[in-house]
């Protein structure tokens, strides 16, 4: 799932997805102080255009060129950076972002981005991670090739306080043609 893929899937539509945010980032976010986010894997930009119209200072970053014209096409404003970039290549700052949110982004084993993500939480900060229960998934997924938000919060140290490690039902129904009728659900802070 390099740039190309990701820029042939945006390109073969006019529009990817909804245009809405997440439901478990409105659920989890709506209460919080807006300060710095990183919007990872933003694709069409619904996420971080909700995020800038509550107060928030965006980085917004995805692998796709072809999402992020379209993202920016929407106005947010200087609320929302839109950066090109590889996390797996090059993380984010160091304790940089004040929420850092992963929503459906696939965080591979093979090229894994979560120690980063994890380092750019500032103390005090939230990571929000979301995904799919792979039990919702087709059989010929090979599950193991993920880190899953139960999985990450699992590693985290006496830094992080877990607030938030379950399965729950979608908010919203499935993207058309999936059977995605469960999200996985990450939510820790960084202690100061």
């Known amino acids: 799932m390099d740039q190309r893929y990701w820029d042939e899937l945006y390109g073969s539509r006019d529009q990817l997805f909804s245009g809405n945010p997440n439901g478990v980032l409105v659920t989890e976010v709506a209460g919080m102080t ?20 509550r107060g928030w200072m965006v980085t917004a970053v995805d692998i796709s060129r072809t999402a992020l014209d379209r993202a920016a096409k929407l106005n947010a404003g200087d609320r929302v950076s839109w950066t090109h970039a590889d996390l797996a290549v090059t993380p984010p700052p160091a304790r940089a972002f004040d929420l850092v949110s992963v929503q459906y982004f696939p965080l591979t084993k093979e090229n894994s981005s979560v120690h980063g993500l994890l380092a750019a939480v500032a103390p005090g900060g939230t ?27 699992a590693t985290l ?21 999936s059977h995605h009728v469960r999200d996985t659900v990450l939510r820790a802070e960084k202690r100061h």
């Open 34 to 53: 807006p300060g710095q986010a990183l919007d990872v894997g933003c694709g069409e930009g619904a996420d971080a255009h909700w995020l800038a119209s």
């Open 157 to 177: 140290g006496d830094e992080w306080k877990v607030l938030v490690d379950e399965t729950r039902l979608r908010t919203t129904p499935p993207p058309p043609g």
């Open 127 to 153: 990571l929000l991670v979301v995904g799919h229960d792979p039990a919702d998934l087709p059989a010929e997924f090979d599950r193991d090739d993920y880190h899953w938000p139960s999985e990450i919060a």
